[in-house]
């Protein structure tokens, strides 16, 4: 017993520098893949999806399939923390690609049979995705720092900030696909679309394949095979745990009409900005390339807001920054913006698209980052939480959007910010001096 304990204390000290090298170039590696496996499959899914609005116009089909999808995001957001433990997060990513592969299929023949369908099951699949890519970045993150002896709070901030700026990036690529493939055709038509969608399910399919080259990870971020199934009794005590306990932390509480706020940002330029501000000004084909503009600085934004995120105190100027960039947006929709002609009227859709760029690329690291930072305990149950508000709050718009109109929307978005924000504001604040307290040395200790 002696020797094989001596055995497994030495072993270690002798390959203990190779394998550290190794480990760590694995985090980064998986960070590269899991960044690039997302950009294949969502500059397929964003541009289609900004399309929805304008290109499947009957009975409002694409903007009430959008609404659909959400809502069923929303609902089975509930549940996605529960199956990401069942699967592993690496296996959880797998699955929710064919989700966005079959809502792809769908626009090539769409209609009321094949997009709700479609819509439905896509909800469910979006909120294991989305659950699943959360925790295993997060869990990505905190393996890398703990060993490379680094602070948790920048390896999260740089690996969001990565990951954020690449999936941004999509808006740009897959807009830019857009602009090059369709035409607007006589009497409103678009042509094209076909074509469109047989490339987009091709970079879809590479994307799928490319998540099999992930390691294997569970929510605490060490690498293996899951736990052992357990009964169905324990299975139902964990969901209710994940949907009804982070409901009880005051933080959540908190951070909830930011989760909200996010949805609204993203479904307003969706559903409302491409049909009101770009296809009047721009047509149909023109929504590609200002979608493009979007997605550029929001790729550009999220790496730097990434990289200038260190803790607390970091990420409250940084979203302080996001929020007075789209309210100056808002704003000048509300008060100022009328469509034009001529040179200014190509360039007001294209700055206002940087500008809200700019908001949602911090958002999206930003919040990432802030749920890495405070729940570290439950990290599935608070990016279920996310997904949950933020996908209820995207189908509500969609479902609304024929039956509101802008300026009403614009308003509801503004009181929704500062609402938000002032919440947002009392988290951080509330969060460092509980922070600053904790680690504070005590006097005669």
Not at 118 to 129: D, E, K, N, P, Q
Not at 218 to 233: H, Q
Not at 260 to 286: D, H, M, N, R
Not at 402 to 419: D, H, K, N, R
């Amino acid at each position: 017993m002696d020797s094989g304990d001596s055995r497994d204390e030495e072993s270690p000290l002798v390959v203990s520098d190779s394998q550290s090298d190794k480990t760590r170039q694995n985090h980064t590696r998986d960070v590269h893949v899991l960044s690039c496996a997302f950009l294949l499959i969502f500059l397929a899914y964003g541009a289609t999806q900004n399309l929805e609005s304008t290109v499947n116009t009957e009975k409002d089909l694409g903007t009430i399939s959008l609404g659909i999808l959400y809502l069923s995001f929303t609902i089975f957001s509930l549940f996605a923390s529960l199956v990401v433990r069942m699967m592993g997060s690496k296996n959880a990513l797998i699955l929710g690609t064919t989700g966005y592969w079959l809502f792809m299929a769908a626009n090539l023949k769409p209609s009321w049979f094949t997009m709700v369908p479609a819509s439905v099951y896509l909800g469910f699949a979006a909120s294991v995705i989305w659950v699943g890519e959360g925790t295993y970045l997060t869990a990505t993150a905190r393996c890398h720092a703990n060993d490379s002896n680094l602070h948790e709070g920048t390896v999260i901030g740089n690996f969001n900030g990565e990951f954020w700026g690449m999936f941004a990036s999509h808006q740009f690529v897959g807009n830019l696909i857009t602009l090059v493939l369709l035409q607007d055709g006589k009497e409103g038509s678009t042509g094209g679309t076909t074509l469109l969608f047989i490339v987009f399910l091709c970079s879809m399919s590479l994307g799928t394949i490319l998540m099999c080259f992930l390691h294997r990870r569970d929510g605490k971020g060490e690498e293996g095979p899951l736990e052992p199934a357990v009964s169905a009794c324990s299975y139902a005590v964990s969901l209710s745990k994940s949907v009804i306990t982070p409901l009880f932390d005051v933080r959540m509480l908190l951070i909830i009409p930011l989760f909200v706020y996010s949805g609204l940002q993203q479904a307003f330029v969706w559903a409302e900005f491409t049909k009101y501000i770009v296809t009047p000004a721009l047509g149909v084909s023109g929504v590609g390339g200002s979608m493009a503009v979007f997605g550029a600085f929001d790729a550009v934004c999220s790496v730097v807001a990434g990289r200038l995120t260190s803790g607390l105190l970091s990420i409250t100027w940084i979203v302080s920054g996001g929020a007075f960039a789209q309210v100056i947006v808002m704003l000048w929709i509300l008060l100022k913006y009328r469509v034009t002609s001529g040179v200014l009227g190509t360039l007001y859709p294209l700055l206002m698209a940087a500008i809200w760029g700019i908001g949602d690329g911090i958002l999206n690291t930003q919040i990432n980052a802030l749920i890495g930072i405070l729940f570290k305990n439950d990290t599935e149950g608070a990016f279920a939480q996310y997904k949950v508000w933020q996908s209820a709050s995207i189908s509500a718009v969609f479902f609304l959007s024929p039956y509101i109109s802008l300026q009403a929307m614009l308003v509801v978005m503004l009181a929704s910010l500062f609402t938000a924000f002032s919440a947002f504001l009392f988290l951080t604040l509330k969060a460092e001096r509980a922070f600053s307290s904790s680690t504070s040395p005590h006097v005669g200790s």
